[in-house]
Nanobody
Framework: QVQLVESGGRLVEPGGSLRLSCAAS????????IGWFRQAPGREREFVGA????????AYADSVKGRFAFSKDSTKNTVYLQMNSLKPEDTAVYYC??????????????????WGQGTQVTVSS
């Protein structure tokens, strides 16, 4: 069983950057794909992107492609989501979760489990 903890969310101005962390405990990320989703007030949770721990394959939603990027620190069993050129519409609670589903299904929320508690990102001047 993997327990996930997100951190790094805060208030940032439009155009700014943030780096979110998704740290695993209980079991390493090896063998998993780590997905990030976000949920804005009054909206359904949506796919942001995903990162395969072994090999580094990535996928991004069109809305964040070119602005967001994944990295990892194996010594800390942590995946990072670097978010640049932030926009007010990026405001949401960001969640990470794990899956072992194939690449073509990475954007499907129902395939994910071991959800973290979320971290709030607010983009506002």
């Amino acid at each position: 069983q993997v327990q996930l903890v997100e951190s790094g969310g805060r208030l940032v101005e439009p155009g700014g950057s943030l780096r979110l962390s998704c740290a695993a405990s209980g079991r390493a990320f090896s063998g998993y794909t780590i997905g990030w989703f976000r949920q804005a007030p009054g909206r359904e949770r949506e796919f942001v992107g995903a990162y395969r721990w072994s090999g580094g394959t990535t996928a991004y939603a069109d809305s964040v492609k070119g602005r967001f990027a994944f990295s990892k620190d194996s010594t800390k069993n942590t995946v990072y989501l670097q978010m640049n050129s932030l926009k007010p519409e990026d405001t949401a609670v960001y969640y990470c979760a794990t899956t072992k589903v194939v690449y073509s299904s990475w954007s499907t929320e129902s395939y994910y489990y071991n959800w973290g508690q979320g971290t709030q990102v607010t983009v506002s001047s």
